[in-house]
């Protein structure tokens, strides 16, 4: 997938801010962030969106999550509140096709998402 930008951030090919990383999952700080704190967090294997995820990823999905709440942990943000989102396709705004979670957190955030 050599065209894919967060491919290229697994292969070290171009620079992010990793704030964690195992054999399956990496998380770095979001170029663009609309929170005081924006960390995207990725499964190491391209899979384009989440509605590709099959019953035999059920792992990987979850592990997604723990990582978004250990990070959260880690910033202090489990009491005041964070928020995981995964955008697919173009309704939902997914700009970049390699499934990943966001999460944000350090503001008060509005419901329902615009
Ligand atoms: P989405 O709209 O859900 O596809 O979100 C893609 C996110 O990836 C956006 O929040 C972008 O700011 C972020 N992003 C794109 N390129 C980079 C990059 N090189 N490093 C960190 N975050 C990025
Ligand atoms: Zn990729």
């Known amino acids: 997938m050599k065209e894919c ?15 964690y990383e195992d054999g399956e999952i990496l998380a770095f700080n979001d170029i663009n962030p609309q929170a005081p704190v924006h960390v995207i967090i990725i499964p190491k ?20 999550i723990l990582a978004g709440n250990e990070i959260a942990g880690k910033k202090g943000l489990i009491d005041p509140g964070y928020r995981l989102v995964i955008n697919c396709n173009k309704d939902a705004g997914q700009e970049v096709f390699h499934l990943h979670m966001h999460m944000f957190g350090g503001r008060k955030m509005g419901w329902p998402p615009g």
Not at 54 to 64: C, H, N, V
Request: aromatic share 2%.
């Open 45 to 64: 294997r391209h899979i384009e969106r989440v509605s590709e995820l099959k019953a035999e990823d059920s792992e990987l999905a979850s592990k997604l």
């Open 5 to 19: 930008i967060f491919c290229k951030i697994i292969k070290k090919e171009i620079p992010s801010s990793i704030i």
